[in-house]
């Protein structure tokens, strides 16, 4: 027996005898459920009903590649690759629900219907899902019975049907937590989530006693225990500079941070602090103020906080990267940094349209890589320090008066060349589509200029050496235009064949990348 999983590029590409295969477990009393007494009917009839209700559950299966509910089948084979049992998992109204469980005429009663719910059930937690639902009817005794066996339990009871849910915190999160740190815990549920194929992360907020706490659960291949451990003096820099950075809590058992196993997934877990301010996002999110004025925010404290730590940090041995590396990528030393890796989609996604001028994207792209080499010479030269790396306004911490006091989620923390970081963060990028504006003169200026203040601002607490004094203009000049965000953005605008934007996005690419720049 082997289990397999069918997501939509699977189910695509079914062969007919798959399909038919699929279509024998569920065909067994099909022609009763559909009010037929097929002891009443000619053979003819009966085949003809037979052939129409195949007809039926095959164009269903096929319409499940372009289904937006259908996440993924789970298939039992034995060694003859004949299905024995198998189950869906589809999503209804933000929910997650399993559907189909049926095991074949031939092999019931094995166990083979728990084997399928348990694989459902491990690769949907594995997903990130935190909790599964699945309804019942009552009068499915062994359903029921096989549910409740993997700790399904009745979360509600209408009509003729049962509602069987399981929750991966009551299951696996909770104890794993309280294993940790030794103690039980009052409360725990789930405040966010990510989760994707290779990047899992479940941020939980806990209770014990009366204190509050924030439990990470993530895996990917970005986090790990000697990252947590990494971060905890970064953390402290950030403390001692006045920026409140919540604290890592340190288990008796396993210090601050332990990896787990879920199945056969691992997850490192580590607790902090409950932060002491809200974000910038919450704190915008209650405000009633129509408006709120961010400029002395973003163009006074942020960049003093950045020069702040770029000087405090810059001798701390830290041995991961930041997402924002040039020449190399962030994660994975045989890769390509993610600068070029986004030139190179655009450009192949781009190329061959005629919607788009193949001429400009050309001598873009061929700027980009002439500027790169030319960089590439005393590039590594460059001072480095060691940043949070992931300063949005769900991570920026501030007070009522929406002033900076600190920041949270040192996930993406690394190492980075001081100007990469301080461009990265700092210089405008447009989430808007703006069309002329992208490539207006005065605009441009105005955010150049308002990068010139930001930088008089850093360089009292940071200052540039020759060679940053030197790459600066040039760097401004291939980060600006090539960073993740506005070639996702041209991606996005692709799908939806806003040509025009794109072709003032190009224009401004261009016109960026040719500046005389004299930013200091």
């Not at 348990?118 to 949907?124: G, I, P, V």
């Not at 105005?446 to 008089?456: D, H, M, N, S």
């Not at 016109?511 to 200091?520: A, M």
Request: proline share 2%.
């Amino acid at each position: 027996m082997h289990i397999e999983y069918w997501d939509k590029e699977k189910v695509k590409n079914l062969t007919q005898i798959e399909k038919e295969n699929w279509f024998d477990v569920y065909n067994n009393g099909l022609e009763k459920d559909r009010g037929f007494d097929i002891n009443k009917l000619s053979q003819f009839d009966v085949d003809n009903i037979k052939n129409v209700i195949q007809a039926d559950y095959l164009k269903y299966l096929d319409s499940l590649v372009d289904d937006k509910n259908f996440v993924f089948y789970t298939i039992l084979k034995n060694g003859t690759g004949k299905i024995v049992s198998l189950c869906r998992l589809v999503k209804r109204a933000g929910l997650i629900y399993l559907a189909g469980l049926e095991t074949h005429q031939d092999f019931r009663s094995q166990g083979y219907g728990k084997g399928v719910l348990l694989a459902t059930t491990k690769l949907a937690f594995e997903n990130g899902y935190e909790s599964i639902n699945s309804v019942v009817r009552k009068w499915n005794e062994a359903s029921i019975r096989i549910h409740k066996s993997v700790g399904y339990t009745v979360s509600s009871d209408k009509n003729d049907n049962l509602l069987l849910s399981l929750s991966n915190i009551n299951l696996i999160v909770k104890p794993m937590i309280e294993e940790f740190l030794n103690k039980p815990i009052k409360t725990c549920k789930l405040i966010s989530e990510r989760t994707g194929l290779d990047d899992i992360r479940l941020n939980y907020e806990i209770e014990v006693k009366d204190t509050k706490y924030v439990v990470k659960l993530h895996s990917n291949n970005f986090t790990t225990t000697n990252k947590i451990y990494e971060t905890i003096k970064l953390i402290e820099i950030h403390n001692n500079n006045g920026y409140y950075s919540p604290k890592y809590i340190n288990s008796s058992i396993y210090g601050n941070a332990h990896n787990y196993k879920i199945f056969g997934r691992t997850y490192c877990l580590w607790i902090e602090e409950y932060k002491k301010y809200l974000s910038l996002t919450e704190k915008l999110n209650e405000s009633t103020i129509p408006e709120i004025d961010l400029d002395y925010l973003y163009n006074n404290q942020i960049p003093e906080y950045i020069g702040k730590i770029a000087a405090s940090s810059r001798n701390l041995k830290f041995n991961s990267n930041s997402p924002y590396r040039l020449y190399e990528a962030f994660n994975d030393p045989n890769a390509i940094d993610e600068y070029e890796e986004y030139v190179g989609k655009i450009y192949n996604l781009l190329k061959n349209d005629i919607n788009i001028d193949y001429s400009l994207l050309n001598r873009i792209y061929k700027k980009f890589y002439k500027l790169r080499r030319e960089l590439s010479t005393n590039y590594h030269d460059l001072p480095e320090s060691i940043f949070q790396a992931d300063l949005h306004s769900e991570n920026i911490l501030v007070d009522d008066d929406f002033n900076f006091k600190g920041v949270i989620d040192f996930n993406l923390a690394g190492r980075e060349k001081v100007l990469t970081y301080l461009i990265n963060e700092l210089a405008y990028q447009e989430t808007e589509p703006i069309s002329k504006l992208w490539i207006d003169k005065d605009y441009i200026e105005k955010q150049i200029a308002k990068f010139r203040g930001q930088l008089k601002i850093f360089r009292k607490y940071y200052q540039f050496n020759e060679l940053e004094s030197q790459l600066i203009n040039d760097l401004y000049k291939i980060i600006i235009p090539f960073k993740c965000f506005p070639l996702t953005e041209i991606i996005g605008y692709f799908k939806l064949k806003d040509y025009k934007e794109i072709n003032y996005r190009l224009l401004w690419m261009e016109i960026i990348i040719n500046l005389d720049l004299k930013l200091i």
